[in-house]
């Protein structure tokens, strides 16, 4: 028997004569039309599509975040959205090229008519930016001025209420500070990595003090107090809180050694998945900064040094924003503080066992 078709018919589920009946060429409308701004609109439309995918992905890990515990399953969602999230990545900085197949004069042919429109009234990329955890005060001058003048009414305000709640990077601030990795009883963990630093760091001294004379060696040994200050300061509250107000690190203390422990003992079981979070947060940042770098070239093939249509610089503008608009800094900071395996000591079956306990959420 043939089924009525339709109950849910193709075109009528994907609502296909609203998305493709949404390329409306601003050259044709001048009567001057321009073949290569319907590949312009298409990449562009395709991007804010992707961007609807990725905050979908991110609100998801989000709400788990957001829950008092976050038990083995809820982090191995986590984890397996967040790397769908980088695949989507992946996908959209390869997008790319296919709008670099459009030469700059071809672009000159209709570039004129987008004045003032720009990418940087693309409020999901901004959403994402927000959500994930990129500070206003972190953003250049030109950006945040930039961010919020060239915004409507509606999405100004709206990105403003966004910039009130809690993104990303404090949730995960929050459970890492909430993971009982720092304090073991009768295991003074702490007391072992202090000292295993200080034999790594005596040790770097005398090959520095046996390889180098005159201002290299000088050089050499000014460097190394200067790591030795940041470890020192791991085990000392005012010169943390130092660092923090330089913006030098973001975490908060507890927060900082709980994903150092998990890098230390990221080998053990139980550590898998909290390790696969926090590379797999770097590796968002990583797809991110690629976007950027590839869109600054891609701008700079465009338009040279013209300004953009937006009226920011340009190039310029963007290089200083890939700079920047880094996200999980402290993440990266945390390969500063790694000591090699064979200092570590083992740890005892009865914290392992804790350990457990805790990162299952019981
Ligand atoms: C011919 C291709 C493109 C050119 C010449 C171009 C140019 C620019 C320029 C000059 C800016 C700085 C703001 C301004 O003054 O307008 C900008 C910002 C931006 N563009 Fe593009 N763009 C292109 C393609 C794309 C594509 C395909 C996307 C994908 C969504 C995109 C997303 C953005 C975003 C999100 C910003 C804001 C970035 C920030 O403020 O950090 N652009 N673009």
């Not at 200083?320 to 083992?346: C, G, M, Q």
Request: aromatic share 12%; proline share 3%.
């Amino acid at each position: 028997m043939r089924k009525n078709l339709n109950a849910c018919y193709y075109s009528d589920y994907l609502q296909l004569n609203k998305l493709l009946d949404a390329q409306a060429m601003e050259s044709e409308k001048h009567g001057n039309p321009a073949h290569d701004e319907m590949l312009f609109i298409v990449t562009h439309q395709a991007y804010e599509l992707w961007f609807k995918q990725l905050l979908h992905e991110l609100r998801s890990v989000m709400a788990l975040f957001a829950g008092p515990v976050l038990d083995d399953n809820a982090l191995a969602t986590v984890v397996h959205r967040l790397k769908r999230f980088t695949a989507i990545q992946k996908l959209i900085n390869d997008q790319i090229g296919v709008l670099e197949t459009m030469s700059p004069q071809d672009f000159l042919e209709f570039r004129d008519y987008l004045v003032p429109a720009s990418g940087f009234q693309s409020v999901q990329f901004k959403e994402l930016e927000i959500l994930l955890g990129l500070r206003r005060t972190q953003r250049t001058q030109a950006d945040r001025d930039f961010f919020y003048s060239r915004l409507n009414d509606k999405d100004r305000n709206y990105l403003l209420g966004l910039e009130q709640q809690e993104t990303l990077s404090e949730q995960l601030d929050r459970w890492l500070s909430r993971l009982p990795l720092l304090d073991f009883e009768d295991f003074a963990f702490w007391e072992h990595y202090r000292k295993g630093a200080s034999e790594m760091l005596d040790s770097d001294e005398t090959i520095i003090r046996t390889t180098f004379d005159g201002k290299e060696r000088d050089n050499q040994l000014a460097e190394l107090a200067a790591t030795r200050d940041r470890f020192m300061a791991l085990f000392d509250d005012s010169h943390y809180q130092q660092l923090l107000k330089e913006g030098q690190l973001n975490f908060s203390h507890d927060a900082l050694m709980s994903a150092l422990f998990i890098n230390l003992y990221r080998d053990e079981p139980l550590f898998q998945l909290p390790f696969q979070l926090l590379t797999t947060l770097m590796e968002i940042d990583e797809l991110f900064t690629a976007w950027r770098y590839r869109h600054v070239l891609m701008v700079q093939r465009m338009l040279g040094s013209k300004i953009g249509t937006g009226g920011s610089s340009g190039s310029d503008y963007l290089r200083r924003n890939t700079e920047a608009n880094r996200l999980f800094t402290d993440l990266y900071a945390i390969s500063t503080y790694l000591l090699p395996k064979h200092a570590l000591p083992v740890l005892p079956a009865k914290v392992k066992k804790r350990l457990g306990f805790s990162l299952g959420g019981e």
